[in-house]
DNA sequence: ATGTCGCCTGTAAACGTTTACGGATGGGGG
DNA sequence: CCCCCATCCGTAAACGTTTACAGGCGACAT
């Protein structure tokens, strides 16, 4: 009792070898008596099988691992809730690693696989450093990352399109009407702020506004980083009607500065988020954003990482996922608010 | 190079036995000829230790299992932010279940204890039932539960004090004049849909007011719910002043039925959630919450089970996370919301 | 020179499975 | 009556570690 029934000591209560009791426990054609004294002893015994026994045998541990970031953040948060049903579905766990956009975290993440704890990985890093290139080269299980990843890479690939998205977001100011459009970006030296970064300039340029330096800003990419990268910006360049926010946290601190100055949203500055999480819904006022389609990006990642386990081998395969402008109140007003959940939370499970 | 290096490759290679190999990697005493060799041949292999044979061999698998009812739910993800950053402190791994609030899952996930995959189980179950019972007291590895369990079971408990905390809430709405109180809640058979509804009746009567049971709405946790609950209760109860939801999903779809109704929020309904999710102070008008403290549960429960895991025997030890009423503009009014985030979110790690 | 002691190191068993291989058994055909 | 074959089962090896135990060897004391 202290110490688990093994299949040897079903093999001993049932009068049979251990090689009988695996095959019956595994469903191989046993005679029939056997069966049912096998089952018989487990059941009495509550055996339950050793996992890891049984993955040193097979090579198989049935997890997977997801490496994100940050567990604080929503947009991995909609990665992680579309990742774990189509990894539950098929068999297998889920482990999560939350790097904090640690290089060096990331790196043991990758250095880790050789443990063979996890069948394959999803992973989501920030920055792309030339460690993780040779890593991920040298990766000794499957690997799908979330983000852009150098070309050449050799490396299933799920990626947002945040150029696009951006320009889709200046568009929109700008037929608002609005000409004075700051930009309030996460660290240039992550992927995603350079993507987005150049973006703004170039959608600028063509829309034929002056740039100016002035006019962007850069903080890390949470709540509070945003609220004191606008603060700043309200004191240099007073008359800014527009904020393109990096994410949809830098955003939400965007908010709260402007409503502590009295500025009015949009009507006196316009704001929009990134990433359409669940608090861009929840704002207030309500967030217009960019979906860069973090669902889409986990469910995709994790159908490529299950078609690898299951042997699919080939080249390398690219996903992109396009971007999509949710309008609500803090660019269109007020009336474009409503309950949208309706059309897209949980509709589905109904009797 | 197709198989991965193992011990015996190194053993091979170094010229030495595979049990020197070991003792190098684990740091027992060794002469330094000997380290040489060996730590120069692991290095050429690129030699990473094999997890699933080591966990075989020391019964310990540095895993530890969260089971939460539902990943899109602010409040377990509070929970999760918390305790992953504690069992990553202390070499753990963190393997994720959400059992969707399927009594079987959770069954499953008990019963999964016995696979030996983890080292122990968090566990926040909405229901718990006989099989719930019979399970933890046969599990094969500490288990911490986080919500309330019967008086007498012999495992470690971290509870929210719900009832207190509805009392909170209630007491407030009461003080700012209003009678017509309504509970959106949960379903019934929950435990904390039981808490809360019974503490809702018991604030009521001790106020003095009327017991009205059109004034109790029951659906489940979601904000559709929350939506529809307080659509169908308008129509019912057209004065009714003032509505105490069971979560703060709940409570937002109440926020968007109200709004789409041209209630005015607080001055002709006031609302409070429950749980104080992010969500909360994100929402339009920003949502007076009772902070059920997940986070505090979260950290808790990651500290009893590395205790146990640490050795730590003696009796089940229940924790006691009090409740705390934060107010805001949905009862308040807007003059009483702030950048209040600045307090608490992310001070640590300054510079 | 021999015995003793300590330090390193190697051999082998163990953790709990899965599975290749060969032996036993029984039935059917020659 | 003997042989062959099919079927079922048991023995043992393997997965990659850790670790108890014992052996080898040099140094030192006698």
Redesign the interface.
């Known amino acids: 009792m202290a110490d ?1 029934p093994t299949i040897n000591t079903i093999a001993e209560r049932a009068g049979v070898s251990i090689a009988s009791v695996s095959r019956v426990l595994n469903g191989l054609p046993t005679r029939q008596e056997t069966e049912r004294k096998v089952m018989a002893a487990a059941d009495e015994l ?1 055996y ?6 049984r ?2 045998k097979s090579r198989r ?1 049935h ?1 997977v691992a997801f490496a994100m970031a940050d ?2 953040n ?1 947009a991995y ?1 909609a990665m ?2 579309q990742i ?2 189509v990894l ?1 579905a098929a068999g297998y ?6 790097t904090d956009a640690v290089a060096a975290d990331e790196i043991d993440v990758l ?2 696989l ?4 996890v069948d394959g990985l999803i992973m989501s890093p920030l920055r792309v450093t030339e460690t993780h290139l040779e890593m991920l080269a ?1 990766a ?1 299980a499957p690997v799908v990352i979330i983000g852009s990843v150098p070309e050449g890479t050799r490396v299933d690939n799920v990626r947002a399109d945040s150029h696009t998205g951006v320009r889709l977001a200046i568009d929109h100011l700008h037929t608002l009407g609005r000409r004075r459009i700051a930009m309030i970006n996460g660290p240039v030296d992550t992927v995603p702020g350079a993507a987005r970064g150049a973006a703004y300039r170039e959608a600028l340029g063509d829309l034929g506004l002056r740039h100016d330096e002035a006019l962007v800003r850069i903080g890390d990419f ?3 980083d945003g ?1 004191r990268a606008v603060a700043d910006l309200l004191e240099r360049v007073p008359d800014v009607d527009a904020l393109m926010c990096a994410n949809d946290l830098i955003a ?2 965007a908010l ?2 402007l ?2 100055a009295g500025r009015r949203v949009p009507e006196d500055v316009a704001v929009v988020g990134m990433d359409d999480t ?2 861009a819904a ?5 967030l217009t954003s960019v979906s860069l389609g973090s669902a889409e990006r986990g469910k995709a990642a994790a159908e490529l990482l299950l078609e690898r386990l299951q042997g699919g081998g080939g080249e390398p395969r690219v996903v992109t996922v396009p971007p999509r402008l949710v309008v609500r ?1 803090s660019t269109a007003g007020f009336e474009a ?3 949208e ?2 059309h897209h ?2 509709e589905e499970g109904g009797k």
Chains 1, 2 share one sequence.
Do not use: F, I
């Not at 339950?48 to 026994?53: D, E, K």
């Open positions: 688990g509550g339950v099988r050793n996992a890891v026994a993955s040193l541990t997890q567990v604080g929503p948060l992680l809730r774990q049903p539950k766990r889920l482990v999560l690693h939350s250095h880790s050789g443990e063979r704890y040298a000794r949470y709540r509070p609220a939400l601190g709260d500065v409503r502590a669940d608090l929840a704002s207030w006022p309500s109140a608010a409503g309950p959940y309706v939370h949980r």
